[in-house]
């Protein structure tokens, strides 16, 4: 591996469980590099020992990202080559990386990717769920507020949904998207490439059902809306679009909220008119 002036960031993919995917590029790189900048080092370290592969670590995770990107900004800027690994997957995709990527693209340093395992990439190949157009979220957000945005966008939206859950708040996330999916297909994919692969179809109530003591870390692949509001107000009648809703178990504030927004006219209209031919 030549080295330039500077040094290369290389971000690397590691297995998500079965430590056979790691790839062949991959161990190249791991042991070439100067240093590796590790999620966890005692979870990398394993993957090393395995490997065979004896590398200086440096601690890099959420809590010191800022501060480590500073250290690790100046190895390169001296021409050490540094390896990006998280504890499982691709570095950046809801793990540290982000940062320093950003910051080595504003230094002109180079920036390599060495592709490899992507939990949410296998959940959704393997989900029988419609590949060709998605939106990946990541954790839904833990504020009241921006959570309830991240739901709407679910609900309205007419892609193919890709979630990840921590195993501890499955229940509440599967409560909270029960209000808006209706009969939409969902797949939970857990325990990804290890012994007790699973992937758990159905519809959210049968999801629901399974999901009780589950571990592992968890993907939730949800089928689009496909519902053509704009059809809905050109074929029924006020009162008969009013008991579409009312058949899906809204309340009346909410119905005559989405009737309005079907036939793009103001609430307030379709609340007169429902006081008028009482």
Known sequence: MEKEEKGELFVVATPIGNLEDITLRAI????????????????TLKLLNHLEISKPLISYHRHNEEIKTDD????????QNVALVSDAGTPGICDP???????????????????????????LIASGISTKEFVFLGFLPLNKKLRK???????????????????????????????????????????????????IRGTIDEIIEKSENLKGEMVLIIEKNEEKNEDISQNLTLQEHYQFYERQGLEKKEIIKRIAKDRKVNKNEIYKNFIEHQ
Do not use: S, W
């Open 97 to 123: 990386g982000e940062v320093i990527i950003q910051k080595c693209i504003e230094k002109k340093i180079k920036v390599i990717p060495i592709p490899g395992a992507c939990a949410m990439i296998n959940a």
């Open 72 to 79: 690790l900004l100046e190895k390169l800027e001296q021409g």
């Open 149 to 199: 945005e991240k739901l709407k966008e679910i609900e309205t939206c007419k892609k193919t949904i890709i979630l990840y859950e921590a195993p501890h708040k499955l229940v509440h996330t599967l409560q909270d998207l029960k209000d808006i999916l209706e009969n939409r297909k969902i797949v939970l994919a857990r325990e990804l490439t290890k012994i007790h692969e699973e992937f």
């Open 28 to 43: 190249q790189v791991l042991k070439e590099v100067d240093i590796i900048a590790a999620e966890d080092t005692r979870h």
